[in-house]
């Protein structure tokens, strides 16, 4: 077993951090993203169908999850609605919605004819991967504090998204 590093914040189980939830939120994103643009691949969508599809549902998501936390807050403190929670919630989430930008460029890229639908659907797959891989290696990183650790994390980590990768495979 390999011992981690803890933190105040860790031990008392404070939650709530903004950093904590963004991270949360970007890292939740990478996993939409990779699951969204694997079941996009065994479609007929076109490249701009991809691209506008991964944009708006990560930003529905992002919407989504901020007013279910509103809404959350609402009920267990009994206070009225508040646009500017509302507003600070949907931007903690932003990280969601940032994590579709770069398997989207690759989407993009393909609209634009730099390339086929599928070479940029697979170039979008590899990169949502790459990112959870490399959110893996940071959270392996920062609990452990050491490089083997860090790997074997990012590479459990990446494994998930090689899941919904193989999962597309057998719906195709």
Not at 105 to 112: D, I, N, Q
Not at 126 to 149: F, H
Request: proline residues 2%; charged residues 15%; glycine residues 10%.
């Amino acid at each position: 077993m390999i011992p981690h590093r803890t933190t105040a914040r860790a031990v008392s189980g404070k939650a709530g951090d903004a950093d904590e939830r963004q991270f949360s939120a970007a890292i939740y994103g990478s996993v939409l993203t990779t699951a969204l643009v694997a079941a996009l691949d065994v479609t007929e969508a076109t490249a701009q169908e991809m691209t506008l599809t991964l944009l708006s549902t990560t930003i529905v998501f992002a919407v989504a999850h901020a007013w279910s936390e509103a809404v959350g807050e609402r009920i267990a403190f009994g206070h009225g609605f508040v646009l500017a929670r509302l507003v600070e919630l949907t931007r903690r989430e932003w990280p969601l919605v940032e994590a579709g930008f770069v398997p989207g460029a690759a989407l993009a890229l393909a609209w634009a004819g730099a390339w086929s639908v599928s070479v940029g659907a697979t170039i979008a797959l590899a990169l949502a991967v790459l990112q959870l891989l490399g959110w893996g290696i940071l959270v392996g990183w920062r609990s452990y504090d050491r490089w083997p650790a860090a790997i074997a994390v990012g590479a459990v980590n990446g494994f998930l998204g090689l899941i919904l990768v193989a999962l597309k495979i057998a719906v195709h």
